[in-house]
Every structure is written in structure tokens, then in C-alpha cells.
């Protein structure tokens, strides 16, 4: 029985090839080329079993994978504006893009000459029409279509890991009339219900393979340019697989294996868990959920608004949702340092730090207006603002830029396009430029890696204009995360206590890159938009229907992303200058230490608190010494190890110091260390 299930794929390598070489695409002639035997069915099929039939709508097929941005990448307006760009850049370039934003339409040929065109303008249908299978983007049977060709035609390579150069199957599998419906089980050898189609196991869908086709963007015109000198390679627009690729999630048997497919379509655990309105297996545990939320919450709420024909409202807002859920919960977390007191009138150095729990860089993806900034605030004991770096105003959408502004994200640029010889990021009145397919050189990528990275040294995926630590000398292996060190004025007579705060914020397109379309289109005359919506044509240009959206829909507000880690600290000002006590004396040997201290602020007594770094992060930090007078000198053994205390006065309101550790480096300055009122804490457990 299982035989007739199974696919041959002697048979669509005959097929694709002669296809192949009648419509081979110039700019995209690898892997399946338009004019399949059996066309992409929309999505719509699928629907009647694929969709609604559980209540919560929160894992079935359809349903999940329709408000996403996969599903809606032919929707999207910023693609169309961003298209039109593309293709005054490089006439014809479009063809390219709308391989990976709309498979079903070039698959059709309608993406580029004779039947086609590459603006888009010879898709069928409507952009707010929920059956027109043109605009649903990436689709469902295309991708279970996708597979490795065994044996491709001469020159060609069994699978492709950019640039969209999917193999589709095009064979009839079962004669049936259509090719089998490839997905995750094998439902012979599990022992599970057959679906009433055509099916084929393929493990390909379960890797992160099948994402890599086109989650890495290569320039079809442009070289890479490093200092001036053309590299010899395409250059790198998009790296997303290739991160992966160099991330610790990828190793199979490594510490944290992750495939895309792990987080991004993460398994249901719902009871039961069904695949289909039959409900004939339960998946329990077992079943990819089509979320595939990114960092893109924008989109979706533009389209759930500006298209209220699509009648996609609920699936729209839920993927806006898991965006945010992605961003708030699973992208960073966010830890802010800083001593412990801090006296009025001088500056304080504050650090905050970002760690990357992403498979990717942190922004990944798209480089264009696409940005990630650290906005951090001090305020005083009355929670009055009194510093801040990174503010953005919402109503205007801009973000002031401070000296020490901290913004995450990849730059790339003209070489040499106002003859700086540089790369150039601006034109020459300094207006910022996002030239797509244009760009052949990286002013700066400071994005942060994923755990596990070995990209420090690819040309394709290397920090830029920045430098990202290894975990250890010779590692070879670059830390996942990223300090930042501020320096904060605390004015004579701020209230304490002081409150630093940062907040990690995701905008998915800056200001700069949304009047930069508008411009582009304004100056070079672009047409008005050809593609129908049900109110008509718009009668404007692709970037002013963005620029629309953008200011009804806000502006492309940034997310908050916390990591759930709240980085508040308190800092206590103490009265004068607090007093650095002095290690005296270390002895190795028997572990004791010989201190001296004086009273920073007349407290009467002082208890020395010690114990090792772990135990201070943690906030455990049981060994104390107490009862050591008003000032003078003081000796004991904490024992092997020791290597932090902290001495405090016994006055808590009059609080101490702090002192330094058995190699003379000052304390505290653990990571994490968060010690609101530690002194007082502390006091109250010791009895002297
Ligand atoms: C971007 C490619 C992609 C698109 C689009 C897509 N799928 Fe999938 N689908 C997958 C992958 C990959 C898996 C398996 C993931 C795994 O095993 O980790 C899967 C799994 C499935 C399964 C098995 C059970 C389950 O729900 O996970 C079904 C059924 C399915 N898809 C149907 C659909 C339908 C119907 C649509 C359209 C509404 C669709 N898929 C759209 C990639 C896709
Ligand atoms: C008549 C109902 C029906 C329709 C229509 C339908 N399916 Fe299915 N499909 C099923 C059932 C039932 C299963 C088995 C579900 C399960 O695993 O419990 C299934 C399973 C699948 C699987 C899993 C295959 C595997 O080996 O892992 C994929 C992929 C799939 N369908 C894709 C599609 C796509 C794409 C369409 C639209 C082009 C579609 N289906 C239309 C009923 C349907
Ligand atoms: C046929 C090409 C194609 C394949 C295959 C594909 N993607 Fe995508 N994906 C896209 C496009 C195009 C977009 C962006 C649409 C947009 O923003 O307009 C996208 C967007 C996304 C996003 C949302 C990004 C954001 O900014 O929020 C995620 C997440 C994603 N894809 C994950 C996956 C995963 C996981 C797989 C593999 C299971 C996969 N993709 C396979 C083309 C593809
Ligand atoms: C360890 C979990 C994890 C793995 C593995 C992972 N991602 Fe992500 N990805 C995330 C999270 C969390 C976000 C949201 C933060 C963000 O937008 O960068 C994200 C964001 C994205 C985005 C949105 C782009 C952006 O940064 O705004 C895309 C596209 C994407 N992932 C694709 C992929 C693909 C393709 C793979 C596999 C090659 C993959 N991811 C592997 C967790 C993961
Ligand atoms: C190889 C497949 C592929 C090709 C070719 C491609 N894109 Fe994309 N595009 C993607 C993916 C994947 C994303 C989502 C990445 C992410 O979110 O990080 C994306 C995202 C975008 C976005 C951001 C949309 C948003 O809402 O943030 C724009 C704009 C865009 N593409 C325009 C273009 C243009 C213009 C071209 C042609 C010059 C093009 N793309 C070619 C795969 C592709």
C-alpha cells in the first residue's frame, strides 16, 4: 500500500529540465522555473479540512499560517514599495523578488515576460481578495511541494540554500492526478490514520533546509566590496539560514539543538492535538504549529486595518500577537549594572547588557529600516526622568539620536557613491539610502550573535564596525551578547533613590527607510499602484499607500522587548563620597584577610559581608562578620575562595561602603548583581 504513496523522482527531473530551459528566469534560473505541469492549488483547498475546527483556532493549519507574514509577503506594502525601488535600481530585478514573495504567481510565469511582468502588475486578482492564490504568499501546497531533487539536470545541485531556488515535486505520485502532499509523518510506519490525499514522509520539511531557500538573500547583480576591493563574492543581503548555520543550534547532537521549525512553528500540546477537521490522529506534542510569527507585529496590524475584505481580523491579530510573544519573551534578556551608591553632582557609569537567546543574529533578516535600540532611563526617587538615551517619540516616529545611543542593527551601503571612499550609506545632501540591490558593500553590522557563533571571521556574516568578544581566547566562537556602558549625570539634590531602566526596543521599519521610499518614488515618478484592491486602485504610488499606513497605523511603533527580565536597579546616593576600604593584607595560605576600614558616614558599627561571586549574584550571601566598631582594623577568614564583601555601616539609614576583593579590584561589580536595598538586608539579618 505504501508504494503507491511513494514518489519518483526519475520522473519530475524530466519535467523540470525541459521546462526548465524553455522559461529559465536570467536572474533566477536554478531549481524549478515557471510553467509546472501541475499547478500550485490554492490554499483555499486546503482549507476545508486544514482549517476551523477547533474553537481556539490556535493550531490548526490554516488558520495559524494565514495572518503570518509568510502568508502575507505579496501582501505586504512594504514589499511593493520597496519593489518599486528594486526595480528602477536594476530593471527586471523584480522578477527575482517575487520569486520569494509570491512562489504561486512566478511559478505561473506571471513575474516576468512574455505573460508576466516584474511590477506585479500581471497578478491575478485582488490584494484584499482572500481566494486570490497571487497574493497569499508563500503557500501551502507550494511548500509541501518543496523537496530535495535527487537527481537534478546537469549542473544543477539537489537542493539550494538561497535565493528561493526551491525544487518543487511536479509529478503525479499516486494517479491521482497532483503530487503527493510531503509533510512530517510517516503515517504507515507510526501506526496513524492516512489522510485522504496523497502523502510522502519527507524528512527535508523537519530541518531547517527547507527555510534556507529562502532565508538567505543574495544579491543577483552586485559583488561584496571590503575596503575597496570587490571580494569575489555575491553580495550577502540577508543571512538568516547561514547564522543558524553558525550557531550552536544547529549542531545535531550539540548542547541546544534547534531546527527553525523548533521555535517557529513550535509542536501544539494542546489535548487532543489534530492536523485536520477529521480529527483522526492526535499529534499531542507532536505537531509543528504554523505560527511562523517573526519580529514583524507591524504588518499584521496594518493589513488586519487597511484590508478589512480580507475577513482575517482574528488570524491577523493572533499573528500580531505571537510577534509580540516572540519579541517580549523568547528574543533577549536585559541586565543593567551599576555601583551600588552614587553621590550627586558627579557622573555614574551604568552598563547594560543584551543577550541574544534567538537561533540568529538579534535583528536577523532583513537589513533595510530594520532596527533594534536600547532605551534607558533615570529617574529619580520621585520616578522623575532626569537622564535618558534612545528616546523616541511616537507621534513623529523619531528616535533622538544621543552620543551614547545604542542602536543594533546592519548598514549597508554604495562603495564609494559620493566618491568618499567609503562605503556610503547616505546620498550626497546626507539623506539616508536603502538601495536593496544596489548595495555591495557593509558600513556596519553590530547585530548580536546567536550562542555558538563561529561567523567572527566570514566574510558573509561577521560583525562590521564592530567587535563581538570570543567566549574564551582562541574559542573561535563569539559571544552571544553585547555591554553597553553609559555614563549618567546625577544632578547635585536628585531625590534618591536613583532608578536606571533599559528597555530594548524592535521597530520593524525606521522613519528614515519610509520617507526614503516616498522620495524615491516622488523624484523618479513611479506609476501609481496597477494592483486592484476591492475599493479600486488606489491612485497613488506603491509608497504612498505605505506612507498612508504608516501614519494611520503607527508609524511602525517599537515593541518592548524584556526578556521578562526587569532591569531595574536603585542606587542610593550616600552623603559624600563613599569610602573605598583597603585590603590591607591576603594570606593565601590561611585565607584570612586583613582590612581597614574608616566610617564613610559615622556609623557607629560595620559588618563586613562576604562571600563568593555566585553567591553575590544570586543575592545569597550569608557570611558576615559583625560587630567591628566605628572605623580601625579588622581581620578574619572567610575561608578559601572568598573573594567579594561589601562592608556596611550598622546605621542603616546612614548606610557604608563597599570594599574591594583579595586581588585589590574594587567591589561590587558582579553581572546581574541586583542589590536595591541590599545594605539594609543585610543588617537586618545580622546580630552582632
Ligand atoms: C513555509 C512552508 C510551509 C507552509 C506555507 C505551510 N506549511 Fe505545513 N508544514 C511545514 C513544515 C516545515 C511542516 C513540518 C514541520 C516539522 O516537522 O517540524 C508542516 C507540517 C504540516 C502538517 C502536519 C501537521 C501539522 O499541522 O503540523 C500539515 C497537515 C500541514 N503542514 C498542512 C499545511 C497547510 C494546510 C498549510 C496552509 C494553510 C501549510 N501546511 C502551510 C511547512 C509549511
Ligand atoms: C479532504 C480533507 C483534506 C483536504 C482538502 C486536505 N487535506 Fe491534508 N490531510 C488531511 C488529513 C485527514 C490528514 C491527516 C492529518 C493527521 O495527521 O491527523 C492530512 C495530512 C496532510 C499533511 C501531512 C502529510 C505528512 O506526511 O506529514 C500535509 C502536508 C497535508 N495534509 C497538506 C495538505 C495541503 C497542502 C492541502 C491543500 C492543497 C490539503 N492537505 C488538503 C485531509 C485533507
Ligand atoms: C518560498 C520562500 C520561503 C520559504 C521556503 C520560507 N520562507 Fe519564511 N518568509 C519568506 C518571505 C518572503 C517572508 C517575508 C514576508 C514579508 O515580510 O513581506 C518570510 C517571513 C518569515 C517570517 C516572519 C519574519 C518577520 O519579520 O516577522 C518567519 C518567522 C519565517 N519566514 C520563518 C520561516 C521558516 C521557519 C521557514 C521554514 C519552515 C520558512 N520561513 C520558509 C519566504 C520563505
Ligand atoms: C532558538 C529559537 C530560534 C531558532 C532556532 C530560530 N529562530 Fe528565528 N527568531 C526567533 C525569535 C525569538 C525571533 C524574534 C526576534 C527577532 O525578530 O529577531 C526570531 C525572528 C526571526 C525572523 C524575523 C527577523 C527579525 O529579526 O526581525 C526570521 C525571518 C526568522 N526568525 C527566521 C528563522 C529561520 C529561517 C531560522 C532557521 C534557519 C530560525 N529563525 C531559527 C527564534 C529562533
Ligand atoms: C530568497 C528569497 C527572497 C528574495 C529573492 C527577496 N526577498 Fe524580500 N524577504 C524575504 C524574506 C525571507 C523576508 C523576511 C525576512 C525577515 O523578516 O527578516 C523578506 C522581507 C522583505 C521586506 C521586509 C518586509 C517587512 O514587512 O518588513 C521587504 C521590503 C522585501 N523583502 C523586499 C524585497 C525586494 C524588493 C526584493 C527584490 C529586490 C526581495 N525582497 C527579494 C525573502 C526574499
Known sequence: MRRGFVYSAAVAVVFSSILGLAWASPLTDQGTQPGLTY????????????ANYDPSE??????????????????DPLFWAALDVANNDVPGVGDFCLRCHTPNAWLAGRSEPPDGTVDGCMLDGKIDDPNASDFEGVSCHMCHRM???????????????????????????GGQGQPCRRGPYDYIAEGLTPPPHLWEHSPYHEGSGLCGNCHNVTNPVENLIIAGVDQGIAFPIERTYKEWQQSLYSIPDGLNPKTCQN???????????????????????????????????????VLRNAYPDLNMDAELAASRDAALDMLQNQSATVDVTAPLFVVDGSSMNATVKVT??????????????????LNVEARDGDGVLFWESGAYDTLTGELASDVQLKVYQTKPGVWNLNSTNECDTADGVGDPIFHFVKNNCIKLDNRIPPLGFTGGSDLETQPVGYTYPETFSGSGILVNYDETDYTIFVPSGTKTPVTVHAYLRYQTASKDYVEFLLDEANDNGFADDCIERNSGLPGKTRAEVLYDFWTAYGRSAPVEMDGGNDATLILQPAPGAAQIHEVADFDD?????????????????????????????????????????PSGQASFNPGQGSVFWLIVGQDATKEGSYGQDSNRVERPEAQGMSSCDLPQQLLGSCDP
Open 356 to 373: 541574544n537567546l534567538t537561533g540568529h543574529k538579534l535583528p536577523t533578516g532583513y537589513p533595510e529600516g530594520r532596527r533594534m535600540w
Open 147 to 173: 523537496m530535495e531533487n535527487t537527481s537534478p539536470p546537469a549542473g544543477e545541485d539537489p537542493l539550494y540554500f538561497e535565493n528561493g531556488q526551491y525544487w518543487l515535486d511536479d509529478t503525479d505520485c
Open 39 to 50: 499547478p500550485i492549488q490554492a490554499s483555499n483547498s486546503c482549507k476545508g479540512c486544514h
Open 58 to 75: 490556535n493550531l490548526e493549519p490554516w488558520n495559524t499560517w494565514t495572518g503570518s507574514m509568510m502568508a502575507q509577503a505579496t501582501r
Open 263 to 301: 521555535c517557529h512553528m513550535p509542536d501544539a500540546t494542546a489535548n487532543p492535538s489534530n492536523a485536520c477537521v477529521q480529527m483522526s490522529n492526535d499529534h499531542n506534542g507532536d505537531m509543528p504549529i504554523h505560527e511562523f510569527a517573526g519580529g514583524n507585529s507591524w504588518i499584521p496590524e
Open 589 to 629: 595560605g590561611t585565607g584570612t584577610i586583613d582590612i581597614t576600614y574608616d566610617p564613610a558616614c559615622g556609623a557607629t558599627d560595620h559588618t563586613i559581608v562576604y562571600g563568593d561571586l555566585s553567591n553575590v549574584r544570586q543575592l545569597r550571601y550569608d557570611d558576615q562578620a559583625c560587630g567591628l566598631g
